[in-house]
């Protein structure tokens, strides 16, 4: 069975920078789309990112060109390095992975899910 652990989470002032960190057990990383979703409270949860085991990835307009996303199959955890905070980049993040077909951004497409990670931005 696939597990996901999210840590890296925090409070930081607008403009600093997060690691989040995803580590996956179970299951070998990289055959996987792994992508990342944030939820604030009273919304919908919302796409950020997402990467191929290629290394292909793709984001969110409201995050790209700040967040970048790596795997280190070594370690079998997935990255999501976020710079340029924002406070309306306030929310829970959620790692998640895909078995099946491409990546997506609709969060029904993930089988599996980390339990998630709270980033808070405020100054």
């Known amino acids: 069975q696939v597990q996901l652990v999210e840590s890296g989470g925090g409070s930081v002032q607008p403009g600093g920078s997060l690691r989040l960190s995803c580590v996956m057990s179970g299951y070998t990383i990289n055959t996987f789309c792994m992508g990342w979703f944030r939820q604030a409270p009273g919304k919908d949860r919302e796409w950020v990112g997402f990467?191929?085991?290629?290394?292909?990835?793709d984001f969110a307009t409201s995050v790209k060109g700040r967040f970048t996303l790596s795997e280190d199959n070594a370690k079998n955890t997935l990255y999501l390095q976020m710079n340029s905070l924002k406070p309306e980049d306030t929310a829970m993040y959620y790692c998640a992975a895909r078995n099946v077909g491409h990546c997506s951004s609709n969060p029904e497409n993930y089988q599996f899910w980390g339990q998630g990670t709270q980033v808070t931005v405020s100054s």
């Open positions: 990467i191929y085991s290629t290394g292909t990835a």
